[in-house]
């Protein structure tokens, strides 16, 4: 009935300074109305984070991939394929947490590392296509109702194919335009004809 509402802080929005982070997120809070922010990254930005929550905004992680880096990897990779890799991602998920977020987003992390994780965690773990052993599941709405551009993640399910239908429909509008059947009688209005004839009258006056 009423959904949590968080802002994605954009990028360099938060990496440049704790006070810049702490200025933007307030802004994106404050002006917007939502719920909560949240910052992509360990524990190279928990000081970033402890700062924000300690300014009264509720701070949501993000780890595992990080989708607003990905022209430095290049495409999507899974994470956490490997003990050591889980380990890192875990001292992430600790920094985060010690930091003060409420929840943080798992994302194409392998389920066993992200069970192990969850498991470590006081607070509760949202996994985009990190398995079936965290709290929650999250997905982008885009790749739901298929209208997302470019790359798709492969953990991702559609639902619908919106684009596909999107096509076809404007598609159809436009040959009706074509055609002439658009607009038909019902798709705008009319004078009435008294009012058609004192028009007719006006337009002969202004040229006499």
Do not use: W
Request: hydrophobic share 45%; with cysteine.
């Amino acid at each position: 009935k009423h959904c949590l509402v968080v802002g994605d802080m954009p990028f360099m929005s938060y990496q440049v300074s704790v006070e810049e982070a702490v200025r933007n997120a307030g802004r994106l809070f404050k002006e917007t109305g939502i719920d909560a922010v949240k910052l992509e990254g360990g524990a190279e930005i928990a000081e970033k984070v402890k700062a924000t929550v300690a300014a009264g905004i509720p701070v949501i992680g993000h780890i595992g991939l990080l989708p607003q880096r990905i022209s430095l990897i290049g495409r999507y990779r899974v994470q956490g394929k490997d003990a050591s890799s889980a380990r890192v991602i875990l001292e992430d998920a600790l920094a985060l947490q010690e930091a003060g977020v409420f929840a943080i987003v798992l994302e194409s992390v392998t389920a066993e590392a992200a069970k192990h994780i969850t498991e470590k965690l006081r607070v509760p773990t949202l996994g985009a296509g990190s398995g079936p052993y965290v709290d929650g599941q999250s997905l982008n709405l885009y790749d739901i109702i298929g209208l997302s551009l470019g790359v798709v993640p492969r953990f991702a399910k559609k639902y619908l194919n919106l684009a596909e239908d999107l096509t076809r429909v404007l598609g159809e509008f436009k040959g009706d335009v074509d055609a002439g059947r658009f607009p038909a009688e019902e798709n705008f209005f009319r004078m009435e004809e008294k009012e058609v004839m004192k028009l007719s009258k006006a337009k002969k006056k202004s040229r006499s």
